[in-house]
């Protein structure tokens, strides 16, 4: 079982930077994928960017260039570098692990990012 829990979200005006960090605990060796989700209202859960366990990442076209994803093995901590924010971004920021074995899949509890002046 792996355990989720997310930080850092907030409220920042337009063009601000935020910093999201996701702490996994449990059966690490099991996860083979981590990534981060956002739902705004209305809206979609869409997938914003994902990290392998071999380092590899791929972005969602509305992020790239503005958003990096990275982990911290030693930590056991991902984290989403927030550049640029639009009012767009505007969303409940969850973090997901997928994961080897009878459970699948892993989800934070989310984290409120509000861009607005």
């Known amino acids: 079982q792996v355990q989720l829990v997310e930080s850092g979200g907030g409220l920042v005006q337009p063009g601000g930077s935020l910093r999201l960090s996701c702490a996994a605990s449990?059966?690490?060796?099991?996860?083979?994928?981590m990534g981060w989700y956002r739902q705004a209202p209305g809206k979609q859960r869409e997938l914003v960017a994902v990290?392998?366990?071999?380092?590899?990442?791929n972005y969602a076209d509305s992020v790239k260039g503005r958003f990096t994803i990275s982990r911290d093995n030693a930590k056991n901590t991902m984290y989403l570098q927030m550049n640029s924010l639009e009012p767009e971004d505007t969303a409940v920021y969850y973090c997901?692990?997928?994961?080897?074995?009878?459970?699948?899949?892993?989800w934070g509890q989310g984290t409120q990012v509000t861009v607005s002046s």
């Open positions: 449990g059966s690490i060796s099991s996860i083979y994928a």
């Open positions: 990290i392998s366990s071999r380092g590899s990442t």
């Open positions: 997901n692990a997928q994961v080897y074995g009878i459970s699948g899949t892993s």
